[in-house]
């Protein structure tokens, strides 16, 4: 019996469902999910991790970039499953994460594929070039900073491109003012502001999935 998240925005049956028919059986990641667990390292769930998965397997993209790193976990996901000539970048702002997800790509084979760039992404997307564009952005970093991100991530997304947006629901938080804990509520503030503006942006078109803790997919039209 999988142990839930008494907030998951999900029933536990439905997720005990899932995660049944999900399954997969690469040791390696299986070895970062369990370091994961034990060091409270928050990675995507695995049904959003089989998401991301067939995502990349279905666009074909050459070019990614992830906002938030942690030990590598997800892109290691997207690196498998993209084409042989699928690059990565995923900015990662703490040292020791970086480090750690630098060693497990290496171990992964994805060294070549994979860049860790030790940068605070908010600082950082305003340096890269306009003709840097991305198939495929997956923002998995600072909820609170989204809102600041948006702007420069559809600058870099090419058309037809898509933005992956984790945990916008966060706990259901972000959909009902009774789910919202009081040390939160700046976050999920920021968090609806930023929904908001991924539906407002006359550039995207966006679906809102209660997918994991909530997954945003948005495409440039
Ligand atoms: C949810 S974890 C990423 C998990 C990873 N995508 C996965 O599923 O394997 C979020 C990461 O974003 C990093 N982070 C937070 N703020 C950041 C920032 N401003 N710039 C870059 N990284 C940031 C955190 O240090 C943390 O490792």
């Given amino acids: 019996m999988i142990e839930y998240d008494k907030d998951a925005i999900v029933p536990p049956y439905i997720t005990e469902y899932l995660r049944e ?7 390696f ?13 928050p990675i995507v769930e695995p049904e959003t991790a089989r998401f991301l998965s067939v995502l990349c397997r279905a666009a074909k993209p050459k070019k990614i970039l992830e906002i938030g790193c942690a030990i ?27 480090r750690t997800a630098r060693d497990n790509i290496k171990t992964a084979g994805y060294s070549e594929k994979i860049s860790v760039i030790e940068a605070d ?19 998995d970093g600072p909820k609170a900073h989204y809102i600041y991100m948006l702007d420069e991530c559809v600058r870099l997304l090419k058309k037809g491109g898509i933005i992956i947006t984790d945990n916008v629901l966060y706990k259901g938080m972000t959909a009902d003012d009774n ?34 803790d909530g997954v945003t997919v948005s495409v440039k039209i």
């Fill in 21 to 27: 028919k999900t399954v997969h059986n690469d040791e």
């Fill in 29 to 41: 990641l299986h070895s970062l999910e369990r370091y994961a667990e034990e060091n409270s390292v």
């Fill in 72 to 98: 590598g976990y997800s892109a290691i996901i997207m690196a498998k499953a993209a084409g042989a000539e699928c690059k990565i970048a995923t900015l990662e702002c703490n040292a020791d994460m970086v």
């Fill in 121 to 139: 992404a908010k600082d950082y997307l305003s340096y890269i070039d306009d003709d840097e564009v991305f198939d495929i952005i997956f923002l």
């Fill in 179 to 212: 789910h919202v804990v009081r040390r939160k509520i700046t976050i999920v503030k920021r968090l609806r502001r930023y929904v908001d503006m991924l539906m407002e942006n006359k550039e995207l078109e966006t679906a809102i999935l209660p997918l994991g």
